[in-house]
């Protein structure tokens, strides 16, 4: 019997899966042989693992990205404040400095006050036994405004007369059958006694408030029933509707008003006492002609930030007559008419980029073709022109400023379009 030879040994290869047993069944469709998942894309690198070069452009990009949206961000700032304050420049010009004559107007800010001001407070002690006035209130010249109980102060005086004639007689006996000594004595006694019955006739007299004054009561900070002496006062309820009294019982303000303002070294010289002004405040509706009736001789200098400043000197503009509409306190619009100053050097005020502390400035000079930021030394200003104290010469060429951008398109100072076209006239309504 022959025995079958052993079969070859095969190859390692991986198990094969055996092919699927058909199940028959009534449903004659053809069973579909399942696909194959998709491939899985290999894994990217993380950004932090790129190569040098691609991080490198990566942040370069990202880099002008971050710049280009910060100069949109401060454009769109700066054009909105631009247009909130009327426009923004559009383009630069050259001015050639020469000597020209500046306005005729001085301006000055100052605050209104009462030429004349009572502040008036009990100097005799006693409780106060009448208020006769209100805030408010118009009074004239020997108007009594309160009274304090003078009972002690009416005897003060009775009884210092009373010594002072006593020593008279004294005094009148020793002439007689004394001697010189004792004269003397008596005289000088005589002399006390006298004084003494002045201070109580003045305390007597300051036992009332009395205005020396036609005017407006101010303030009152004084009631009935308080105890007042040596220009103290001790209330006995609070005071209301009293303005700023500064400790004094009633304060009396004149009709008459004045408005106390300063002006600059370089403007000084062109006023003078008596010369004609024109006053406005937020409270009249029309101007207030006025005078300069004070100007300081003696400089106020301002501190900056622990620096010497630009001194001021004081001036004084009274209003004329007796104006309702104008109260003490608020602010006020002072114009001077002045002559024409003499040819000095000046430039449109458009040139100066930086306004410093003072009378500092900073203007751009062109020299050989460059922009230069020169500082200046600025003085006095009429219309759009400003002096040029130092820092220029005569035919130096400055860049100023000429046009702004609205809604309406880039115009110039006149307001026409920078273009030289005229806007374009609204079309006629068709019948």
């Avoid at 100097?123 to 118009?138: F, I, L, Q």
């Avoid at 630009?310 to 209003?319: R, S």
Wanted: glycine fraction near 10%; aromatic fraction near 4%; avoid cysteine.
């Amino acid at each position: 019997m022959t025995t079958a030879p052993d079969p070859a040994p095969q190859p390692d290869s991986e198990p094969v899966d055996p092919a699927p047993t058909r199940v028959a069944t009534d449903d004659p469709t053809p069973t579909a042989t399942p696909l194959a998942p998709p491939p899985v894309p290999p894994a990217r690198e993380p950004f932090w693992r790129l190569s040098g070069r691609d991080a490198l452009a990566i942040g370069a990009l990202a880099l002008v990205g971050l710049l280009v949206a910060g100069f949109m961000v401060v454009s769109a700032v700066q054009r909105s404040f631009d247009a909130a304050m009327g426009g923004y420049p559009v383009e630069n010009a050259e001015y050639v400095v020469e000597r020209t004559t500046l306005g005729s107007e001085v301006t000055l800010s100052g605050t209104v006050q009462p030429t004349q001001r009572l502040d008036l407070s009990f100097t005799s002690e006693g409780d106060v036994t009448a208020v006769n006035v209100n805030v408010g209130d118009t009074v004239t010249a020997g108007s009594v405004l309160a009274t304090i109980d003078d009972a002690e102060l009416r005897q003060a005086v009775t009884d210092a007369r009373a010594e002072v004639n006593a020593a008279w007689t004294d005094y009148q006996n020793a002439r007689r059958s004394g001697s010189s000594a004792e004269v003397t004595a008596l005289r000088s006694e005589h002399a006390v006694k006298e004084q003494a019955l002045t201070e109580a006739e003045k305390a007597l007299e300051q036992a009332s408030l009395v205005s020396t004054i036609d005017g407006v009561v101010a303030a009152v900070d004084v009631h009935v029933g308080d105890s007042v002496g040596a220009g103290s006062t001790t209330s006995a309820a609070d005071a209301t509707g009293a303005a700023t009294s500064g400790g004094a019982a009633v304060v009396v303000i004149s009709h008459t008003f004045q408005v106390d303002a300063t002006v600059g070294g370089s403007e000084r010289s062109r006023l003078s006492i008596g010369m004609p002004a024109t006053v406005t405040v937020s409270s009249s509706p029309d101007p207030i002609p006025g005078t300069v009736t004070g100007l300081g001789v003696v400089a106020e200098a301002s501190q900056t930030e622990g620096r010497p400043g630009a001194a001021n000197f004081p001036v004084t503009v009274t209003l004329d007559g007796q104006p309702a509409d104008v109260f003490a306190g608020i602010a006020a619009i002072v114009t001077l008419s002045t002559d024409a100053s003499e040819a000095v050097l000046a430039v449109p005020m458009s040139a100066i980029i930086d306004w410093g502390s003072g009378t500092d400035g900073t203007v751009i000079v062109l020299r050989d073709g460059a922009e230069v930021p020169t500082p200046v030394t600025l003085g006095e200003t009429g219309g759009d022109m400003v002096e040029i104290v130092s820092g220029l010469e005569e035919g130096d060429t400055v860049l100023i400023t000429v046009g702004m951008m609205t809604t309406d398109g880039a115009v110039g100072p006149d307001g026409m379009p920078l273009d030289g076209s005229a806007a374009a006239p609204a079309p006629e309504a068709t019948p």
